[in-house]
């Protein structure tokens, strides 16, 4: 069986467009995605694993998309309500449809909203906030003749510094931000944190042992002015393309990646 498994049907038709049905977390989670735009791999899964949330607590999924993130943490952590906030109206409508595929509608809610901007009847301070935000900066590749893949890859609604500001805004005082995003843009991600959180924990996702990080998961704490720690990270790889033990539990098992 592998990670992120197809059910064998016909594609259907959603606001969204033509869709699939896959199946995460060794078939706990049915995710209907597009056919043609961007298609979920494994960071979803492991920001989700990386949000430290609790029974109770309140999160912010900032750029939600399909809701994979989203669906893996209440598979883990049932008791906490969700946020979806995408900028994509078809994902948007897309992530509903998920949220009652799986029966989380009423503990993940989904909003389309027209930029990272907070708006008047938000919620006044997230417990956590978690993100995967587009990967590239604008301009730095070639963009995507598909406007979904287009908009999640490649920033629009705002560069890296506007993401990481809006995530700090919707955080209580003392909230938790659980971000994924490559390694090679740590240098930015640590720019735009600092003198605004603290206790800032990165944690390096190794293709394989001898081989360099490209992604990397980051946990930092509102207003903390705790030191910065680089943990040693996982490996995701072992022989061949098998994945590691440790990265199966995660990404089968839903077990939580701790960054303490």
Partial sequence: MTLIQSIPSDSTQSQAGETTENRLLDGRICLR??????????DPVFLAAA?????????????????????CLLARVPDCHVTGWEFQPELAALARENAALN???DRFTIAWRNGLTREAGDHDGFDLVMTNPPYLANGQATPSPDSGKRRANQESEGDLQDWITAALHCLRPGGYLSMIHRADRLHELLAALQHRAGDIVVFPLWPRRDQ?????????????????????GLNLHGAGQHFTPEAEAILRQARPLSLD
């Fill in 33 to 42: 995605q597009p056919v043609a735009s961007y298609r979920v791999a494994i």
């Fill in 51 to 71: 949000t430290p949330a609790q029974e109770k607590q309140s999160i912010l999924d900032l750029g939600c998309g399909a809701g994979a993130a989203a669906l």
């Fill in 103 to 105: 029966d989380t509608q």
């Fill in 212 to 232: 360099a990080a490209r992604r990397v998961l980051l946990r930092a704490r509102k207003g903390s002015r705790a030191p910065t720690r680089l943990l040693p």
